[in-house]
């Protein structure tokens, strides 16, 4: 069998912690159910990141909607960062306590995910980034990994289902045992034009025999001026200086009348060495480190128990709410509803950034496609100018 969860066990809570089970069951048998305010937020972010991508709000609607509970939360591709309330959720404990466990696995991950999208995004100077990574996690956690990696910054992805579930189209070359079976590096680039639909673009795979310079010209000779780009995914053993090859082998293709065929590098990247790479590459695809993130360490905390402020050791009673000023983007935090209307860096006027996504169990808001959410996050992180 496959060890994975279905629809049903989410929507159940049978993916819970015990300890919200016997929680509730003395709660109920008590007769102690009590209006609460939760909130969530982390009080630090992994590998020295200051800020992250808020990512998973989604599901989180999916899963609450319909229940007795109303939600407010920041938008999806909103850029945050330590101690920032991110989501509230209000109503009577008993009757989403046991979700916990789900609420947080749902926006943990993602958002980690999301977040090295969008830094590597920076690191590539705004070139477009697609995700290859999962296939290095759980299959049936896929389509997850791949939005995430949409949302935060990504241009594609390559798997099928995880692209549909989004609305794109797959991305991707052919796999290196392809080539090896044609046994010829030229006659599968050949192959590929022959076969596959023509709005697929010719971007071909140039590392599996011989030197990359030599394979690029003659795949650029056989293809002309059909060829898309080139793809190194050159083994670390055999990279070498990998800027170096690039611009060698971009002026030998530029030299022949081949200047237009456009470079991409994959294979064991990160935000560094895109980095190093972003002023010769044109394209990166980048895996693992995407879909195997640090996940945001998300806590979710009760502020006020009947509508009286009232936490835990540790955390700050009442409730809250993060506000943005939108003359210079100073991120606030009030308590809610908001005290303050003005910017104190700037005096601008301060716009609320958590509004209500479900209110007595109704969805409140039309959930925007996750092309409008990356969209968003774009517009986040434009002015980041360090990763």
Sequence with gaps: MFYIANENDIRTGRVTDVYFER??????AK????????EIRTKGLPAKWEWAVFSGLEEVIELLKDKPVSVRAIPEGTAFAAYDPVMEVEGNYVDFGLYETEILGLICQASGIATNAARVKIAAGFKPVFSFG??????????????????GGCDGVSGVIDAEKIGLKPVGTVPHAFILLVGDTVKASLYFDEIIEKDVPRLMLIDTFNDEKFEAINVAAALKDKLYGI??????????????????TKWELELRGYGNVRIMVSGGLDEDKVRELQEVVDLFGVGTYISNSPVVDFAMDIVEIDHKPYAKRGKESGRKTLLKCE???ERTVSVYPANIKNCRKCGG???ELMKPVIINGKVTVDLPSAGKIRDYTMSEIKNIKKA
């Design 23 to 28: 929680g509730e069951k003395i709660l109920k």
């Design 31 to 38: 007769g102690l159910s009590k209006h609460v305010s939760m």
């Design 134 to 151: 999962a296939r290095r996690m759980h299959p049936a956690i896929a389509p997850m990994i791949e939005r995430s990696a949409y949302v």
């Design 231 to 248: 793809r190194f995914d050159t083994p670390g053993s055999r990279r070498g200086n990998m800027g170096q090859i690039v611009k060698e």
């Design 327 to 329: 003359r210079c983007g």
């Design 349 to 351: 006027t301060l716009e």
